[in-house]
T-cell receptor, first 114, second 112 residues
Framework: DAMVIQNPRYQVTQFGKPVTLSCSQT?????MYWYQQKSSQAPKLLFH???????NEADTPDNFQSRRPNTSFCFLDIRSPGLGDAAMYLC?????????????FGDGTRLSIL | GQQVMQIPQYQHVQEGEDFTTYCNSS?????IQWYKQRPGGHPVFLIQ?????EVKKQKRLTFQFGEAKKNSSLHITATQTTDVGTYFC????????????FGQGTTLQVKP
């Protein structure tokens, strides 16, 4: 089945130690998104790619970076994780951008910071 | 900036009771989407509303988009335990490249 796959499901890292989360999709969608979701809150958009065009949200900390080497894969790099970065990180895809298309979410990676 | 407010934040109902969550935007929306997130799961797309005054039904779920395209509601008739989860509305900002703005979500608990 076509889907959005995130690895790993759970990630533990140390304070300040860089960590990379990965996302792959078999939907062949143009747009890939990274969201941060904290407990009992709405998903917060960090950035998105429309094909290779990178779009950063204004309030996304510089500590968060992303790479999209090809259509299928997208990575979230957290350069120096702080305790406040502990959250669920959701990857999503859509066929087009602009909020006109449904977004398909992966199962998420729950990040813990020691 | 544009905000999408959703109420209530939490709702506990007895199985068989109805449930409604409301979504309000500070500005006119191009469209609105609804997602359901089960406990421990990820948001799953339910439906999209585009037209002013639009009403769509999915079995026991009824979705409405307001005439002014600034509010929306999701109504569940005769809730079941399988309805448990958090329901998010997400409105599209105006403009061709407008992104989705998520509401805070309404978490539904259903007592059997």
């Amino acid at each position: 089945d076509a889907m959005v796959i995130q690895n790993p499901r759970y990630q533990v890292t140390q304070f300040g130690k860089p960590v990379t989360l990965s996302c792959s999709q078999t939907l062949n969608h143009n747009v890939m998104y990274w969201y941060q979701q904290k407990s009992s809150q709405a998903p917060k958009l960090l950035f998105h790619y429309y094909d290779k065009d990178f779009n950063n949200e204004a309030d996304t900390p510089d500590n968060f970076q992303s790479r999209r080497p090809n259509t299928s894969f997208c990575f979230l790099d957290i350069r120096s994780p702080g305790l406040g970065d502990a959250a669920m990180y959701l990857c999503a895809t859509s066929r087009g951008r602009g909020g006109d298309q449904p977004q398909h979410f992966g199962d998420g990676t729950r990040l813990s910071i020691l | 900036g544009q905000q999408v407010m959703q109420i209530p934040q939490y709702q506990h109902v007895q199985e068989g009771e109805d449930f409604t969550t409301y979504c309000n935007s500070s500005t006119t929306l191009s469209n609105i989407q609804w997602y359901k997130q089960r406990p421990g799961g990820h948001p799953v797309f339910l439906i999209q509303l585009v037209k002013s005054g639009e009403v769509k039904k999915q079995k026991r779920l009824t979705f409405q988009f307001g005439e002014a395209k600034k509010n929306s509601s999701l109504h569940i008739t005769a809730t079941q335990t399988t309805d448990v989860g958090t329901y998010f509305c997400a409105g599209k900002e105006s403009g061709n490249t407008g992104k989705l703005i998520f509401g805070q979500g309404t978490t539904l608990q259903v007592k059997p």
